[in-house]
């Protein structure tokens, strides 16, 4: 232990709440030098349809890239920037770039459905949510009709009241809206039903609980929920070519995971789509002649 005086108290600190402490700030500190020297970037995750395996969308992804230290997984930045309020500004960059993006590859004419971008809790309690959302639509001349916004449980059940108004200012604007990580927190069916919701992604916790009985009815149960409340399911996290036949078999339409592929930088994503597009000509091509 180390003994610090301060004043006329002492601090004590082990080993590991200390090095905790100072990894902490370190991020801290490279978050918001990242922010001013533009380190933050978006991949892209598709979203494949498991009965055409067509494209139907992508999750934007943050990726923080240090001069030094190299890639910061989310796992390690996310939850500190959720302390400190930096996730708000995060928030937007990513934001502003997939707005971007998605306005260059619709233009190309690459893609013209939606890209998911995560909410944080922080930023869905902002009060000015709505303004701010429309105004860097407005600058990249994007409209709503583009963009879903994913938000987790526990953002929602907070103040599921006040949760419902924004969602639905939101949803007036024909962004589409879903539950991110579902199962893992607690949702009440009761407010289910009452967010207007587009979505739900089952968590890849149960996923991987498939190769059980009764993790398969697990989503099967999921699967049957959201469908009972006209939403649709994408399965997170999808690897294996056994879990897309069960899936499949459960009628869940969309996967997005390693299976169909990893999050991919902008200019992978773009090669992504040309390929898609060339698969999609070739079937018309087939259909024709
Ligand atoms: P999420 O929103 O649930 O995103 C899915 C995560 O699962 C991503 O991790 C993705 O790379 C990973 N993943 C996708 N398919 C597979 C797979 O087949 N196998 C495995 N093992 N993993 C897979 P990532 O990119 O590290 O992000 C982790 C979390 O960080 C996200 O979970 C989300 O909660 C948060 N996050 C990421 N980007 C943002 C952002 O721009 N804003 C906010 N607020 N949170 C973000
Ligand atoms: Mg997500
Ligand atoms: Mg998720
Ligand atoms: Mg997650």
């Known amino acids: 232990y180390h003994a610090k005086q301060q004043g006329n108290r002492y601090l004590f600190f082990n080993d590991t709440m200390n090095r905790q402490a100072v990894k902490r700030l370190q991020i801290e500190n490279l978050m918001r030098f990242g922010l001013k020297e533009d380190h933050f970037c978006v991949f892209y995750q598709p979203k494949m349809n498991t009965e055409t395996g067509e494209l139907v969308g992508m999750?934007?992804?943050?990726r923080f890239i240090t001069p030094n230290k190299g890639l910061i997984s989310p796992a390690q930045f996310i939850p500190i920037a959720e302390e400190t309020g930096q996730i708000i500004e995060i928030g937007e960059v990513v934001l502003d770039k997939a707005c971007a993006d998605v306005k260059r590859?619709?233009?190309?004419?690459?893609?013209?459905?939606?890209?998911?971008?995560?909410?944080s809790a922080k930023q869905f309690a902002l009060p000015d949510l709505t303004a701010r959302i429309d105004a860097i639509l407005?600058?990249?001349a994007l409209p709503s009709y583009f963009l879903e916004l994913e938000i987790t449980e526990g953002t929602v059940m907070d103040d599921p009241k006040e949760a419902i108004a924004i969602m639905k200012s939101l949803s007036a604007r024909g962004i589409h809206l879903a539950i991110d990580d579902f199962g893992t927190g607690y949702s009440s069916l009761a407010y289910l039903k009452q967010f207007?919701?587009?979505t739900l992604k089952?968590?890849?916790?149960?996923?991987d609980d498939m190769a059980t009985e009764r993790g398969r009815n697990m989503v099967d149960s999921i699967v049957t929920i959201a469908h009972n409340l006209d939403l649709s399911v994408v399965a997170e996290g999808v690897e294996y070519a056994e879990q897309v036949d069960i899936l499949s078999e459960l009628n869940c339409e969309t996967i997005q995971g390693y299976y169909y592929s990893k999050p991919l930088?902008?200019?992978?994503f773009e090669e992504f789509l040309a390929k898609q597009q060339g698969r999609q000509t070739n079937k018309l091509t087939l259909v024709k002649s």
């Open 59 to 62: 999750e934007a992804l943050v």
């Open 105 to 119: 590859w619709l233009n190309q004419g690459l893609f013209s459905g939606r890209v998911a971008v995560n909410l």
């Open 138 to 140: 407005q600058k990249h």
């Open 196 to 198: 207007p919701l587009n």
């Open 202 to 207: 089952v968590d890849k916790a149960f996923v």
């Open 265 to 268: 930088s902008a200019e992978h």
